[in-house]
Nanobody
């Protein structure tokens, strides 16, 4: 069983930045692939970014160049650094690893 806990969401103005954290209840997070998803009201959950076991990363086209996913294995934490935020980035952001999901953290970007 892996527990994932997200934090770092909040309200920010358009053009602002936030850093989300996903901390796992395991001591060897480096062997897990981790993804960030988001779900806006009335929309389907969509994949935002992922980091593989080998630390390679991937991003949705809508966030490329603005979001950066990274991991700190010593802290069992994966981060999502979000820059130049837009109102359309408003959503609940979820951390995922295989069948495990966090509870989500709300990100709201005001125009």
């Amino acid at each position: 069983q892996v527990h994932l806990v997200e934090s770092g969401g909040g309200l920010v103005q358009s053009g602002g930045s936030l850093r989300l954290s996903c901390t796992a209840s395991v001591s060897n997070l480096r062997i897990y692939a981790v993804k960030w998803y988001r779900q806006a009201p009335g929309a389907q959950r969509e994949l935002v970014a992922g980091i593989a076991r080998d630390a390679s990363t991937s991003y949705a086209e809508s966030v490329k160049g603005r979001f950066t996913i990274s991991r700190d294995n010593a802290k069992n934490t994966v981060y999502l650094q979000m820059e130049n935020l837009k109102p359309e980035d408003t959503a609940v952001y979820y951390c995922n690893s295989y069948e495990y999901w966090g509870q989500g953290t709300q990100v709201t970007v005001s125009s």
